[in-house]
Structure formats: structure tokens, C-alpha cells
């Protein structure tokens, strides 16, 4: 968001009114963008925000079109990261307490494992720990990072995903954090101007 402060004092369209176009996911839009504007809007009531979704996660930038776009890349010589890089499981607290409270990959042994559709990581991150997977375990892909995650609010599944999606959630206490993994390729989000 800080970010976007500097660009948008940059940039003036019409009268007194200054008007920022962000391309983003929907689940960076759902889970990043939206809780964080009211904030940014009580420090600046004279900016708007057109946010235009983007339908991949890789779309390319529209130029002269968007002033940020905001993508999950693998390393990016032209782009800013937007937070801390890697993936973590992730769960709704009451699965957590249904589950034994694993805080370790080693302590899943059962439960349904979400990932997005394009992105099934969990059989690396089981192997990255040396461990057989579980013949408890259930993988169940789903849509985009937003399923994903509605999908881990209604409380019977862990999640596999990119740390800055769940970052919020996790701070306010609605997620758990159960551990992290070392995975490759290192998607990141990141931010990209015109």
C-alpha cells in the first residue's frame, strides 16, 4: 500500500481527483487489496481505485492500460516483491484443534489438502521433508487462490499456498500458520508499473 501511495501521488487524471488502474488476481484482489482499502482511503479520500481483474495469474500488463499490476512471477528482474517469499499449510483454527494442533509437515498424517488447480505442491513438500505421503491424506484441487482459501474458511481442509495471500488472516487469528515449506519454483508476488 505504500506502494501504491507514491504512484498515486504521481499520477493525476481530470480535475482534482486522482485515479489509480490496478490489475490483480482475484484472490490478491479478495484477500490483500479489499481489507487494506479503507485504511488507504481514510489516509487519502481523493484517490480512487479501478481495479481491473485479471484472468490469470501470469496475465501479461496491459500497457497504457494499468498504472500496477500485481502478479505471482518466479523471479523478476523488472518487478518489486511484494512481501516475504515462500508457501505455507494453512488451516481454519477449529480444524487445527480438530486435528491435533500439527505444526510440523511430519504431524500431517490425515485431512483433506487443498491447492489451486494449477498448483499441486504438496507431494514436494512431502518429499523436500523426506516423508512418504500419508495414505490418509486426501489432495483435492480447486480453482484459483480464492477458492482455495473461502474453501479452508468453512473449516475442514489444510491449504498449501503463497504466504502473502494468507498473511491477514493469519495475523488477525482466523487462519493458522502450521509450518512453512521450501519449494520450487519461488512464485512471489510481485509489482509491476507502467
Not at 507431494?123 to 480453482?143: K, W, Y
Amino acid at each position: 500500500m505504500a506502494r501504491l501511495n507514491t504512484i498515486c501521488h504521481s499520477i493525476r487524471r481530470g480535475n482534482d481527483q486522482y485515479k489509480v488502474v490496478l490489475s490483480a488476481t482475484n484472490a490478491y484482489v479478495q484477500f490483500c487489496l479489499i481489507p487494506a482499502l479503507p485504511t488507504f482511503w481514510a489516509a487519502h479520500p481523493g484517490i480512487d481505485i479501478d481495479i481491473r481483474l485479471a484472468a490469470r495469474f501470469d496475465a501479461p500488463v496491459e500497457e497504457g492500460v494499468v498504472d500496477l499490476a500485481i502478479r505471482f512471477l518466479h523471479d523478476h528482474d523488472t518487478a518489486r516483491p511484494l512481501g516475504a517469499r515462500g508457501w505455507r499449510a494453512v488451516c481454519h483454527r477449529n480444524y487445527f484443534e480438530k486435528l491435533g494442533k500439527p505444526h510440523r509437515i511430519e504431524d500431517v498424517t490425515t485431512g483433506v489438502l487443498l491447492h489451486e488447480a494449477i498448483y499441486n505442491y504438496w507431494p514436494q513438500a512431502f518429499s523436500e521433508a523426506s516423508l512418504p505421503i500419508p495414505a490418509d491424506v486426501t489432495f483435492r484441487g480447486l480453482g484459483d487462490g480464492s477458492h482455495v482459501i473461502t474453501a479452508v474458511l468453512a473449516g475442514e481442509a489444510i491449504a498449501l499456498l503463497p504466504s502473502e495471500l494468507t498473511s491477514r488472516l493469519v495475523r488477525e487469528g482466523t487462519l493458522v500458520a502450521m509450518f512453512s515449506v521450501q519449494i520450487e519454483p519461488p512464485i512471489s508476488l510481485f509489482c509491476l508499473t507502467d
